[in-house]
């Protein structure tokens, strides 16, 4: 049965920008959403603990080819990454605001997402027929060009959308409607 997973970034929530209004619209067509709270915070925030976490909704068989990941800033990185080192194959990846092997943001952010980055990205285009990637030409966190550069190596399709920031609450984004042609 097709489903979805929407997954926060660094320092999130399932309840924030976007997630729970794109929830709410998915839903309310009979499919199936989930959308987890992954631990967060310097000592908690870190691959090997979000792996684990996503790792239980595959062994449930929850992840499948038949699933779509929608993953937001610090998560697109993490979810190529477990979908490589898995060898897991999903139908479509959405990614918002991605980037890998990025670090400036400030020291927390830093501390949390250096063990999401991981050389071959590349290689996550054997796990997923389409990838889409959105991102901003003002995000306030990540350049332009690393958001670029992720979206150059990986992406089937590149949307940018001027002036969106983060596409985050922040930038003005508690919906995200572009996103629906999409999924």
Do not use: R
Request: proline share 3%; with cysteine; hydrophobic share 40%.
């Amino acid at each position: 049965m097709e489903n979805y997973f929407i997954i926060h970034g660094s320092f999130g929530s399932p309840f924030e920008n976007w997630f729970s209004w794109l929830q709410d619209v998915i839903s309310s067509e009979g499919k199936q959403v989930y959308v987890p709270q992954f631990p967060i915070g310097v000592g908690y925030q870190n691959y090997e603990n979000w792996s684990k976490l996503f790792k239980y909704y595959f062994d449930l068989g929850l992840v499948n080819e038949n699933t779509t990941i929608i993953a937001h800033s610090i998560a697109p990185v993490f979810v190529s990454k477990f979908l490589v080192e898995n060898k897991l194959k999903v139908k479509k990846l959405i990614f918002v605001s991605g980037f890998n092997n990025y670090l400036g943001i400030n020291e927390d952010f830093d501390a949390v997402n250096k063990t999401m980055y991981f050389e071959n990205l590349e290689d996550v285009k054997q796990y997923a027929d389409e990838i889409i990637c959105f991102y901003s030409n003002n995000d306030p966190y990540v350049k332009l060009e690393v958001e670029e550069d992720f979206a150059n190596k990986i992406c089937t399709q590149k949307v940018l959308i001027p002036n969106a920031g983060h596409i985050n609450s922040e930038s003005g984004y508690d919906i995200f409607e572009d996103i629906l042609s999409y999924i």
